[in-house]
Structure formats: C-alpha cells, structure tokens
Nanobody, 125 residues
Framework: QVLLVESGGGSVQAGGSLTLSCKVS????????MAWFRQGPGKEREEVATIDSEGRTSYRDSVKGRFIISRDNYKNTQTLEMNSLKPEDTGMYYC???????????????????WGQGTQVTVSS
C-alpha cells in the first residue's frame, strides 16, 4: 500500500516563502510520478508542479519562476519550495503520486491515484 505523509504549510504574508514536504512509502522502486495539487476557496483543484523519477519537472504558468519542486529518491521524499507567495496561492495543497512503469511524463492529466491528507497554505496581503 502506497502512503503519503505531508508536512509544512502555514500562514505567511505576501512575498514570503514556505516549503512543503511529502514522504512516500510502499513503492518497490523509484518509477513513480510525484506532484503537488492545490484547491483554493471556491476553485477547482489544479495541478501545481510535477516531477518524475528522472527529475523532469513541470509547473503551471502562474508559479513558474517562484516554485521549485524536487525529490530525493533515496529518502523517498519530495519538496515544494514556494517563494514570492501571492494571496492567490492560498489553498489546500495536496501531495499526489502514481506508479510510472514506462517513464511517461508526469504532467498534463497523468492519472494520480494516491493522495496525501492535504496541508493548508494561507497568504495574506
């Protein structure tokens, strides 16, 4: 059984920084996608950033240049460093994962099937 445990999040003023972490367990090897999604108040859930086992990353346009996703395959963790935060970044952030046996790209609708419990990020103006 694959499990995700998130940490980080909190409240910060606009322009500040926060770091989210997610630890994954249960996979037999490193061939899995990892991603962060978020859902703001009254909004649909949206993909924020993804990273595959080769380190290839993707970001939604609104966070490019501000957020950095990374992963440590030895520690089975991924991190989302969020800088220059804006009020519109406010929302519940979810870590997600899915097995990626054939090294496909992990963005653009990849079928993530395991989710973390979510961690709240609040950015005040």
């Amino acid at each position: 059984q694959v499990l995700l445990v998130e940490s980080g999040g909190g409240s910060v003023q606009a322009g500040g920084s926060l770091t989210l972490s997610c630890k994954v367990s249960g996979y037999r090897d490193n061939r899995y996608c990892m991603a962060w999604f978020r859902q703001g108040p009254g909004k649909e859930r949206e993909e924020v950033a993804t990273i595959d086992s080769e380190g290839r990353t993707s970001y939604r346009d609104s966070v490019k240049g501000r957020f950095i996703i990374s992963r440590d395959n030895y520690k089975n963790t991924q991190t989302l460093e969020m800088n220059s935060l804006k009020p519109e970044d406010t929302g519940m952030y979810y870590c997600a994962t899915a097995y990626n046996e054939y090294y496909e790209y992990c963005s653009g609708g990849y079928p993530y099937n395991t989710w973390g419990q979510g961690t709240q990020v609040t950015v005040s103006s």
